[in-house]
T-cell receptor, first 115, second 114 residues
Framework: DSGVTQTPKHLITATGQRVTLRCSPR?????VYWYQQSLDQGLQFLIQYYNGEERAKGNILERFSAQQFPDLHSELNLSSLELGDSALYFCASSVEGTTFYNEQFFGPGTRLTVL | AQSVTQLGSHVSVSEGALVLLRCNYSSSVPPYLFWYVQYPNQGLQLLLKYTTGATLVKGINGFEAEFKKSETSFHLTKPSAHMSDAAEYFC????????????FGKGTTLSVSS
């Protein structure tokens, strides 16, 4: 158990809908990362938050957004869902978000299926 | 830009045999390199990481990796495979152009037969 929790574990929804994925980082970790794992694209970085502020963006679509709250949990919002958004979404956390060798601890993921 | 290439999407070994999973990276700056393992229906777990210093890095579960700058490689090895090693393995480099996020290779699935 990494100490990172993600809810829900599974999510099934229809095209055009909006969903929210939730992540609670390890106690004391200030930085949260979101990654998407799909069969065709592999593991891709979406976005990073550090102590409530957006720190870096990766291949995140404009339909997707995220935020980190004062208690440091984070939510990833996916809207106008398409079939291609079906994937495993991972959250990871690290103690801080400014050094490149900080270990990232991954949650178990949320499996999103868009029908 | 940084990237990671894992050679071989699927590697099969017998129990007790040497495990070798290949990873090559591309980076214009000194890289920080990582190997993660993903067991079925689980998240990723760090096996080992190279930051600076000793180029031979030892990790958990008997795995080790050697950073070879001249070959831009960071191959993962284990002298003797165990059935419990069957999983998917990901090589990653820290993404300077994406803050401290990780850039992952496509992954290698390791199968171990008895």
């Amino acid at each position: 158990d990494s100490g990172v929790t993600q809810t829900p574990k599974h999510l099934i929804t229809a095209t055009g809908q909006r969903v929210t994925l939730r992540c609670s980082p390890r106690s004391g970790d200030l930085s949260v990362y979101w990654y998407q794992q799909s069969l065709d694209q592999g593991l891709q970085f979406l976005i990073q938050y550090y102590n409530g502020e957006e720190r870096a963006k990766g291949n995140i679509l404009e339909r997707f957004s995220a935020q980190q709250f004062p208690d440091l949990h984070s939510e990833l919002n996916l809207s106008s869902l398409e079939l291609g958004d079906s994937a495993l979404y991972f959250c990871a956390s690290s103690v801080e978000g400014t050094t490149f060798y900080n270990e990232q601890f991954f949650g178990p993921g949320t499996r999103l299926t868009v029908l | 830009a940084q990237s990671v290439t894992q050679l071989g999407s699927h590697v099969s070994v017998s129990e007790g045999a040497l495990v070798l999973l290949r990873c090559n990276y591309s980076s214009s700056v000194p890289p920080y390199l990582f190997w993660y393992v993903q067991y079925p229906n689980q998240g990723l777990q760090l096996l080992l990481k190279y930051t600076t210093g000793a180029t031979l890095v030892k990790g958990i579960n008997g795995f080790e990796a050697e950073f070879k700058k001249s070959e831009t490689s960071f191959h993962l090895t284990k002298p003797s495979a165990h059935m419990s090693d069957a999983a998917e393995y990901f090589c990653a480099v820290s993404g300077y152009q994406a803050g401290t996020a990780l850039i992952f290779g496509k992954g290698t699935t390791l199968s171990v037969s008895s």
